[in-house]
Nanobody
């Protein structure tokens, strides 16, 4: 079974930027649609951004124009570039398959905290 490991989170001031990484144990990104999710305290996990096997991207309305999802197949890594961060972006961020039918158990995720 493939393993996914998220990293890159941290504490950043409003308006700042972070780049999250999702490293896969084997090359899956050119075969499967992948996605970034986040879960804020007391809220349900939500889809943030997705990238299809063909490279088509899609974003939640709340992050459009600020976040960019990309991948490097050679490095088996997917990224989430987050700019113009807001306090409401504070959450634990996870990566997983886009298709719910093959989605893995949720990992540890990476904490993003946006605060002054």
């Amino acid at each position: 079974q493939v393993q996914l490991v998220e990293s890159g989170g941290g504490l950043v001031q409003p308006g700042g930027s972070l780049r999250l990484s999702c490293a896969a144990s084997r090359n899956i990104f050119n075969t499967y649609a992948m996605a970034w999710f986040r879960q804020a305290p007391g809220k349900q996990r939500e889809l943030v951004a997705s990238i299809s096997s063909g490279g088509t991207t899609d974003y939640a309305d709340s992050v459009k124009g600020r976040f960019t999802v990309s991948r490097d197949n050679a490095k088996r890594t997917m990224y989430l570039q987050m700019n113009s961060l807001k306090p409401e972006d504070t959450a634990v961020y996870y990566c997983n398959f886009g298709n719910v039918n093959i989605r893995l158990s949720w990992g540890q995720g990476t904490q993003v905290t946006v605060s002054s």
